[in-house]
């Protein structure tokens, strides 16, 4: 029934920003932990940001933090990622995820989105 829906990716130069938005559905998005995690070619899903249920905590990857935002709009079930100065290192597929248990930063996943592709270019 939940269904999260990930858009706003895109080209970017380096330096460069995006805002990624995921929309929830199919459930009571407060109840959950929201997190935005990536994937880049050939390397494994990694963990990029957390983000609790009412917003009042938030956890990064080291890679990210100071670059990166991550927050919710409960009132529009929507999770966003604000991406500041971007690097080529940024490249990747980045997913959308929900977790009923956890934390922001330790969550046990119960959906994941389809992801959007963001290309950060040198």
């Known amino acids: 029934q939940v269904q999260l829906v990930e858009s706003g990716g895109g080209l970017v130069q380096a330096g460069g920003s995006l805002r990624l938005s995921c929309a929830f559905s199919?459930?009571?998005?407060?109840?959950?932990?929201m997190g935005w995690f990536r994937q880049a070619p050939g390397k494994e899903r990694e963990f990029v940001a957390g983000?609790?249920?009412?917003?009042?905590?938030?956890y990064y990857a080291d890679s990210v933090k100071g670059r990166f935002t991550i927050s919710r709009d409960n009132a529009k079930n929507t999770v966003y990622l604000q991406m500041n100065s971007l690097k080529p290192e940024d490249t990747a597929v980045y997913y959308c995820?929900?977790?009923?248990?956890?934390?922001?930063?330790?969550?046990?996943?119960?959906?994941w989105g389809q992801g959007t592709q963001v290309t950060v270019s040198s």
């Open positions: 995820a929900a977790s009923r248990r956890g934390t922001a930063q330790t969550m046990d996943i119960d959906y």
């Open positions: 199919g459930g009571t998005f407060s109840l959950y932990v």
């Open positions: 983000v609790s249920r009412y917003g009042a905590s938030t």
